[in-house]
């Protein structure tokens, strides 16, 4: 039997088949549970309590009358708003950069190399502490971020918290967003270079016979042939922005690992208030793997025809 036929997933009239080595990873990971859960009982003592969990998850409003999101809930869209805000902020960053990077003039290839290597030089969490309070302290009340939702009209205030959470804390979101879009533009940076250079010399070539300025050039051969290289990293940089969101937690932006601290801290149900986090974060990023790998099947299947 080869690699390919132990390994690989099997398809069978489009549907996924059952590997006996699926029940072998099932029983192991079942296992470690079991082991996490019997250790914890045994050596800390632990009394697991798992009736405070759902109160922070939904709670009934009285003044409303119905059932409205709590903590934990409030979090989750939080991280979610702030991952997509990042990744298009983090893209336009870049592209921009990407192509600097590839661009003839050696002023724009440094200032783009100076820009990656300083962001994947530094730590994310020493980065993110100096440009928040920077942001913070300067770029704030220099565009005026918290003027405007003080003087904001109902609309535009019901706009804000529908796109950007709470509008008490928009400039506080703001900051957030700002920090890990220039932490994580870096990283689409390169994967844009990666993909432009992937191109064969010989498109340029081509191109530049037929009289195509650099611009045309770009546009019409070499970022439609790149982008098909390029989406697939950047799905999975926007899961790990995901992920990096919880980083934020420490600057006082209310995503769901800073709000799951406060539950923790109020409850004293460690375990159980990160156990709901990691599955909330799992359940996310698999649920987008799975999306964005349907979408490269898709986009492999159009190159085909």
């Avoid at 039997?1 to 398809?11: G, K, L, T, V, W």
């Avoid at 650099?214 to 999975?236: D, E, S």
């Amino acid at each position: 039997m080869s690699y390919a036929e132990i390994f690989q997933p099997q398809r069978q009239d489009g549907k996924m088949q059952v590997h006996w080595l699926d029940f072998v990873v099932i029983g192991a990971v079942a296992a470690g549970v079991w082991y996490f859960y019997n250790q914890v009982n045994t050596v800390l003592h632990y009394n697991w309590d798992w009736n405070t969990i759902p109160i922070y998850i939904f709670r009934w409003d009285a003044d409303e009358g119905q059932w409205v999101s709590n903590l934990i809930v409030q979090g989750f869209f939080i991280t979610i708003r702030l991952a997509i805000w990042s990744i298009l902020c983090a893209s336009v960053l870049g592209v921009t950069f990407g192509l600097f990077r590839v661009s003839p003039s050696l002023f724009l290839r440094l200032l783009g190399r100076a820009y990656v290597e300083f962001v994947r030089n530094m730590p994310p969490l020493v980065f993110i502490f100096i440009f928040y309070f920077f942001l913070s302290d300067q770029i704030m009340p220099l565009i005026g971020a918290e003027d405007f939702v003080h003087h904001a009209g109902p609309t535009s205030i019901w706009i804000v918290e529908r796109l950007f959470g709470p509008a008490n804390l928009f400039a506080n979101f703001l900051s957030g967003v700002m920090v890990l879009a220039l932490f994580e533009g870096a990283y689409v940076t390169e994967i844009v270079r990666a993909g432009i250079q992937s191109v064969g010399r010989g498109q340029w070539e081509a191109g530049s016979s037929l009289g195509l300025s650099r611009f045309k050039l770009l546009r019409y051969i070499i970022i439609p042939q790149a982008i098909q290289k390029i989406v697939p990293p950047l799905c999975n940089q926007f899961i790990q922005t995901i992920k990096d969101s919880s980083i934020v937690s420490l600057i006082s932006i209310q995503e769901l690992t800073f709000l799951s601290v406060e539950v923790a801290v109020s409850t004293t149900r460690v375990f159980e208030v990160w156990i709901t986090a990691a599955v909330i974060y799992f359940f996310i990023c698999w649920g987008l793997a799975r999306v964005f790998s349907r979408l490269e099947s898709k986009m492999a299947e159009s190159r085909g025809r």
